[in-house]
């Protein structure tokens, strides 16, 4: 298809888009005129290719051509054309005839009469007008001239005239044919005529002094020299020549392959009858281009056809002619061509009537000029286009051109040509022609816009909770006019609870929003620079997922003595289930949900034995199961308390509130328990009465649940209420599950000592019993320090805990 028909199709869109109910696809940027011949303007002489010749052969010598002020100037400056004839006398009146006709060495001889010659006869030349005249003398005088003389005279016919006078001389005097004495004898008061010519009588007059010669004239000729004006004819051209760039010429051109034929047949000439008949041709639809008008229709063919036209989709027809304008002013129109006789190569229709338009001035005197072929012209792709007589005149030219412009993609040559033909008597003449701005019309541009063009995104699935993803696209799109990274591109989500969408340095980034699923659509808009638009509704499905429940809180390891059920609070959660099942691998490890949030469960282990065990937790949603580990290192201890204090004196147990005298010897009798499940050894027990501590014993063994105990001896001393501690594993050498109930206190009550009655001091008893305590006190003492000493070591633990965690089991 060529470029008209493309045009044509562009218009068509252009023209759908502006009727569409849709968002306009094609924006129109401009439609502008366009000149098509941009040097018209003159501005850039080497635009166009100047020259001038004389008789297409040689420069001109008369005729320039220039480009200056912005406008073209054409000068022909024709100067006078002389010519000079030299006319030698025909006769004499003192029948001197050796001195008529040309120099041929025979002399008239005198040395003293006179020598008259006349009959000077130029014929036609004397037609011309006369410009100057010379006498010319050929002649010699052998001696010098010491007092006679030589008078040269002439007579117009008003008496004589001494023009000349030869005397004194040094030498012989002699005037050859080629260097002859010439004299010139023009009036500017009283100008020579050919009559005077005509009638011219030279005399040649030597005069002797004193009767005698010094010499004697030879006379060879004489001759009137004349310069006039001589007719002459000859032509010389002014030429500027300029070829534009390829152009897209405001044209529709269609052939014998568009339209549809009746009776027509395709020769190489283009269409013919295919018989004696005429046939037709018609061209439906023709489509006017955008915001133009029609021109005119060119029928280029050898016959005769008749030309008619209507508006497409009506029925009556309108007859024209070739090169007429298109009456109608309507957008779609049909074309019938009648071929009577002949053949048609080319139908043309031309928009907006091309015109070439120029003004010109012509100045000056051109009476020398032969009229009818001295013209100025302007021609375009090698045709005749306009041509004006040089002649004084001005005007503005505009003629339609449309069926000389080329077709698409081709230049235009437009020449601009004066030719001077003179046939003068001779005359000067001076002739300047000015051209001013030349102009094609007609032509135009209709810039569109086009929507981008993208490549379109594939639809998108995504799993729920899966990342978000970077689709490369502002790169994968272009425009006609717009750079691609000057496209504006957005993406928005139909339902952004459940997709985001947005553009990052011109890529989409969809980002599936947590816990959600379903479809959503992203709109992704690219837009140009002038708002032309690109579109796609991209599907986007994101698939539900089950999701595993979420443990949070879990210990990994829990240390505990058996006996003392551990408890380990922890949050379950799962976003897809309101059912969970907890469980566990061990039956003294329980999961229950605990308080008023579903989402918290207690673990509780309670081992009965002691050593490291691994535990599995199971979380079940009816869908997954998620397992944890916890290492439970269950640890066995005695717990020992002093369950209770006896106070003995003299084999009799006190009571509360206690009272002893000050002096009584007091068996304290401490009760330790062990409450722990496993035994206690070397079990010290430590009395302290007030600041004082008192010799103690240690127990050997105490089962679990076992009570034993030990005594300690006091001497009471002090005044008032004293506070008895008794304190077991004082040292702290025993591990116990609880080292915080080790101690007991009784309050005792110290008063004076009471005298029995009728019995007196004696200090024989006192004196027998005071060593007896002492030896009993120093015993009692020395066998709680061998005890201590070589008594057995702190309690060791029975059993081992492991040296290193196994490996877990789930």
């Known amino acids: 298809m060529d470029r008209r028909s493309t045009a044509t199709l562009l218009c068509l869109l252009f023209v759908a888009v502006l009727f569409s109910p849709t968002i306009q696809a094609v924006t129109v940027v401009r439609a502008d005129p366009v000149e098509m011949l941009v040097a018209g303007d003159f501005s850039d002489i080497n635009q166009w290719a100047l020259n001038a010749e004389r008789n297409d052969t040689e420069p001109a010598p008369y005729t320039s051509i220039s480009i200056n002020s912005e406008s073209m100037v054409i000068e022909h400056d024709r100067p006078e054309n002389t010519a000079e004839t030299r006319i030698w006398s025909s006769s004499s009146s003192t029948d001197s005839t050796a001195a008529t006709g040309q120099p041929d060495g025979g002399v008239a001889i005198s040395d003293g009469p006179d020598i008259r010659v006349d009959g000077f006869d130029f014929g036609t030349t004397s037609n011309n007008l006369l410009l100057n005249v010379s006498l010319v003398f050929v002649f010699e005088i052998p001696d010098t001239l010491q007092d006679d003389e030589v008078n040269f005279i002439i007579d117009r016919g008003e008496g004589p005239i001494l023009i000349h006078t030869i005397r004194h001389t040094f030498q012989p005097t002699i005037y050859t044919q080629s260097a002859p004495l010439i004299i010139n004898v023009d009036d500017d008061n009283e100008p020579f005529t050919w009559d005077d010519i005509e009638t011219l009588d030279v005399l040649v007059d030597y005069v002797s002094v004193n009767n005698v010669d010094d010499s004697q004239l030879e006379l060879d000729a004489v001759a009137v020299h004349a310069r006039h004006r001589a007719p002459w004819y000859a032509f010389e051209t002014a030429t500027a020549v300029h070829t534009t760039p390829s152009l897209d010429f405001p044209v529709l051109d269609f052939n014998s392959l568009d339209g549809i034929t009746e009776d027509l047949t395709v020769a190489s000439c283009g269409l013919t009858p295919s018989s004696s008949a005429e046939g037709k041709w018609t061209i439906e639809d023709i489509q006017r281009p955008y915001i133009q008008q029609w021109g005119r229709v060119h029928l280029s063919m050898e016959g005769n056809a008749l030309i008619q036209i209507r508006e497409n989709g009506q029925t009556e027809w309108t007859s024209m002619s070739d090169g007429d304008l298109i009456p109608l002013d309507v957008d779609n129109i049909d074309l019938r061509v009648t071929i009577l006789f002949g053949c048609i190569e080319r139908l043309r229709i031309d928009i907006n009537d091309p015109m070439l338009t120029f003004d010109y001035a012509i100045s000056g005197d051109s009476n020398g000029l032969v009229s009818a072929i001295s013209t100025l012209r302007i021609a375009l792709g090698g045709a005749l286009v306009e041509e004006i007589p040089i002649t004084a005149s001005s005007g503005t030219i505009s003629t339609s051109v449309g069926h000389l412009l080329g077709t698409d993609g081709e230049s235009l040559t437009i020449g601009i040509g004066a030719r001077f033909q003179w046939s003068s008597d001779g005359d000067s003449e001076s002739i300047q022609i000015n051209i001013g701005q030349i102009s094609i019309s007609g032509a135009y541009v209709v810039e569109f816009d086009q929507d981008p063009i993208c490549q379109e995104v594939d639809n998108q699935t995504f799993n729920e909770d899966e990342p978000g993803r970077y689709i490369p696209f502002r790169f994968y799109c272009n425009d006609d006019i717009t750079e691609t990274d000057s496209l504006i591109v957005t993406a928005t989500s139909s339902d952004p609870t459940i997709l985001t969408s947005s553009v990052v340095e011109g890529e989409l980034l969809l980002v599936p929003q947590v816990e959600k699923s379903g479809d959503a659509d992203v709109q992704i808009i690219v837009e140009d620079e002038r708002g032309n638009q690109w579109m796609q509704t991209l599907p986007v499905s994101i698939q539900p997922v089950d999701d595993a429940p979420v443990l949070t809180g879990f210990v990994t390891s829990v240390y505990m003595e058996i006996g003392a059920p ?245």
Not at 598 to 624: H, K, M, N, R
Not at 749 to 759: D, L, M, Q, R, V
């Open 566 to 810: 551990h408890m380990v609070t922890v949050n379950i959660t799962d976003i897809d289930s309101n059912n969970l099942q907890v469980t566990t691998d061990i039956s003294w490890a329980t999961a229950t949900q605990s308080g008023s949030e579903p989402d918290s469960w207690t673990l509780t282990f309670a081992p009965s034995e002691s050593g490291q065990t691994f535990v599995e937790v199971s979380v079940d949603d009816g869908t997954t199961t998620v397992n944890r580990t916890i290492e439970i290192i269950a640890t066995s201890n005695p717990d020992l308390t002093v369950e209770s204090i006896d106070l003995i004196h003299a084999d009799t147990a006190l009571t509360e509130p206690y009272t002893v005298e000050r002096g009584q010897i007091i068996s304290i009798r401490v009760w330790v328990r062990n409450t722990g499940i496993v035994e206690a050894n070397g079990v010290d027990v430590e009395c302290q009465v007030g600041d004082a501590s008192l010799p103690s014993d240690t127990i050997a063994t105490i089962q679990p649940g076992g009570l034993n105990s030990i005594v300690c001896n006091w001497s009471a001393s002090g005044d008032g209420d004293i506070i008895l501690f008794a304190t077991v594993d004082s040292n702290g050498l025993i591990d116990e599950t609880n080292e915080n109930n080790n101690d007991r206190s009784i309050t005792i009550s110290i008063t004076e000592a009471k005298e029995n009655p009728g019995e007196g001091t004696s200090s024989d008893s006192n004196s027998r019993s005071l060593p007896i305590v002492m030896l009993l006190s120093i015993l009692i003492g020395g066998g709680a320090v061998a005890l201590y000493v070589f008594g057995p070591s702190k309690i060791q633990r029975t059993h081992q805990l492991p040296t290193q965690r196994p490996k877990n089991r789930g």
